[in-house]
């Protein structure tokens, strides 16, 4: 099978190994020939407790009119961070004429964890998520960013899975496809869950957690997990791949001074 080309959708970081600087790397090592289009430059994580950010809206308004001039086309699109709802407006309706063309859109609804939104997120942020997610073949939120997205309320004890598989549906019903919901607790274990429209198979993969937290770990998740998908292997089994590679990643990393500045990817390529 020959290697897919992928869009990047998403904010790079100067200072911070996240966003489209950690995907880059996985996406490009694994062979698919990949670009990218920022929604935003920003100085470093919102978590060191200031930053600069820059809205590129116009300059992506300009960009995909060029792009729709020169006829420029991908397999695959996989959208991140977003600056604005008007930006979601404008991104989730070029995914819809490209999806329209047979291109595979995958959606990252970046927005918070551990219950909260991150800094900088508003809840018109939210509704422009829930935009995106209305045309993705598959997204893949957190749990904290799936309660946002269903509007339902983030339980500190974890779900039974019952409850997931209520959750996946209700994101399926803003019109994703195919679902999966990381970090997420499920009847006392870690665990990542899934739906596959495909198959119509509800799944849950368990996992081991390390303590601590690590930035642009969920960013390496889905290159990881996109660069598999696109190579044709299935959703449960590139899930769990992605999953064991970034426990890998995080555990060679757990002893970084600054995990704001996320995992110096480039380092650790061969274990992909």
């Known amino acids: 099978m020959g290697k897919k080309q992928i869009l990047l959708v998403n904010d790079m970081a100067g200072?911070?190994?996240?966003?489209?600087?950690?995907m880059l790397p996985v996406l490009s090592y694994l062979g698919h020939p990949t670009f990218n289009l920022p929604t935003a430059l920003v100085s470093n994580t919102f978590d060191y407790g200031k930053f600069n950010a820059l809205d590129t809206t116009s300059y992506i308004r300009g960009t995909l009119s060029v792009w729709k001039q020169l006829g420029f086309g991908y397999d695959a699109i996989c959208t991140g961070w977003m600056y604005s709802e008007e930006q979601a407006k404008l991104l989730s309706g070029y995914c819809q004429e490209q999806a329209a063309k047979g291109t595979i859109i995958f959606v990252d609804p970046v927005m918070g964890d551990g219950g909260r939104l991150y800094n900088g997120m508003t809840v018109e942020q939210v509704a422009a998520m829930r935009e995106m997610v209305s045309v993705a073949d598959l997204t893949f939120p957190n749990y904290t960013e799936a309660t946002y997205l269903a509007d339902v309320p983030f339980c500190e004890e974890g779900l039974k899975w019952e409850q997931a598989c209520l959750l996946l549906d209700a994101i399926r019903q803003i019109g994703a496809k195919s679902v999966l919901i990381t970090s997420c607790r499920v009847d006392g274990k870690n665990c990542v869950v899934g739906y596959n429209h495909y198959n119509?198979?509800?799944?849950?993969?368990?996992?081991?957690?390390?303590?601590?937290?690590?930035h642009g770990t969920g960013d390496l998740f889905s290159a990881i997990l996109i660069g598999h998908l696109l190579d044709g292997e299935p959703l449960k089994e590139s899930t769990r791949i992605a999953m064991d590679t970034v426990y890998q990643l995080i555990d060679l990393n757990k002893d970084l001074p600054d995990k704001n500045r996320g995992i110096l990817i480039e380092r650790f390529l061969h274990l992909l």
């Open 200 to 214: 119509g198979e509800y799944f849950h993969l368990e996992y081991e957690e390390i303590p601590g937290h690590f």
């Open 15 to 22: 200072h911070s190994k996240v966003g489209m600087g950690a």
